[in-house]
């Protein structure tokens, strides 16, 4: 174990997301669990297309105010706030403000 920060973990762009960037904070893929910090990109958009899957996922944000979109309703989420996806859920997130958003990523199977 050891202290990580954060500005020194690899960004990487995500894949089937535009303006979407993420650092891996925890791999605990072979448990079913990812966790990432993300920064979405003002206009970003992800996944295109929307999708569903077995995973749920928590979204909290750090900084901005998201747009997730789940089966169709649209719900803004502000700084301070999280929201579950529970599995089976179509969903997509979108950055519609200004300025880029940052938000803790949790996925699990």
Do not use: N, Y
């Given at each position: 174990m050891?202290?990580?920060?954060i ?6 762009d ?20 990812t ?26 944000v ?7 979109e789940?089966?169709g ?26 300025s ?5 990523a949790?996925?699990?199977?």
């Open positions: 050891r202290i990580k920060k500005s020194e973990l690899p960004m990487e995500v894949a089937g997301h535009q303006g979407f960037e993420a650092r891996s904070l925890m791999d605990l893929s072979e448990k079913g669990v966790v990432r910090m993300l920064s979405i990109r003002p206009g970003g958009i992800g996944p295109v297309p929307a999708h569903a899957h077995a995973d749920g996922h928590l979204f909290l750090l900084e901005g105010t998201l747009e997730l789940i089966d309703q649209i719900h803004k989420i502000p700084k301070g706030s999280c929201m579950e996806v529970p599995p089976h859920k179509r969903h997509q997130l979108r950055g519609t403000g200004e880029d958003i940052t938000v803790l949790v996925k699990w199977s």
